[in-house]
């Protein structure tokens, strides 16, 4: 299958400083790029979806300000926290998709952010 | 918007038997379902899915059907090894909302 990568894959931060996950897609270009943010022991939370070279569309209840998103290329998207709290920390993933609607989503390996 | 419920949230087998993870959906324009299972720390791998064209697929050990009647699929897993331990979610795919449904994780354990 496809391989989605993300970077870092665990982040520690102090509270008040902002902090950038990169997601790329290695072998496919990715028109779609999705946001999850995952509880322990939950389901998958949509935060946003960014589309190639336009604003991303922000799930209600997601604050956009506070969680940044760039998808500069069809390789590259960006989530940045801004002003991180500790009720921030979560674990951050990232999926891509083709050029089509229909294709698969394929899902990077996740980001752990703590903020202390 | 689409809705997607998966039973049961926990599930233990005996090593060599078979576990079928079910899910049903609510959108009947909803026209791709795709399986993923997560280990503990990873993010989600897809194993396994299906078109609404299609009403069975199968690969290996894995296989799953689906009844666009009664608007649910399910995931079976035969002959499970302790590797198969993890968390599967099914997912919906709905035209309308372009995007992925999950339903709430199977923690599945196949013991020794």
């Known amino acids: 299958g496809a391989v989605v990568s993300q970077h870092p894959s665990r982040v520690i931060c102090k509270s008040g400083t902002s902090v950038k996950i990169e997601c790329r897609s290695l072998?496919?270009?990715?028109?779609?790029m999705f946001w999850y943010r995952q509880f322990p022991k939950k389901s998958l939370m949509l935060m946003a979806t960014s589309n190639e070279g336009s604003k991303a569309t922000y799930e209600q209840g997601v604050e956009k300000d506070k969680f940044l998103i760039n998808h500069a290329s069809l390789t590259l998207s960006t989530l940045t926290v801004t002003s991180a709290h500790p009720e921030d920390s979560s674990f951050y993933i990232c999926s891509a998709r083709g050029l089509a609607v229909t294709d698969t989503q394929y899902f990077g390996p996740g980001t752990r952010l703590t903020v202390l | 918007g689409e809705n997607v419920e998966q039973h049961p949230s926990t599930l233990s087998v005996q090593e060599g038997d078979s576990a079928v993870i079910k899910c049903t959906y609510s959108d009947s324009a909803s026209n791709y379902f795709p399986w993923y299972k997560q280990e503990l720390g990873k993010g989600p791998q897809l194993i396994i899915d299906i078109r609404s064209n299609v009403g069975e697929k199968k690969d290996q050990r894995i296989a799953v059907t689906l009844n666009k009647t009664a608007k649910h699929f399910s995931l079976h897993i035969t002959e499970t090894q302790p590797e198969d331990s993890a968390v599967y979610f099914c997912?919906?795919?709905?035209?309308?909302?372009?995007?992925?449904?999950f339903g709430s994780g199977t923690q599945l354990t196949v013991l020794p």
């Open positions: 072998d496919f270009q990715a028109t779609t």
């Open positions: 997912a919906a795919f709905s035209g309308s909302a372009r995007q992925l449904t």
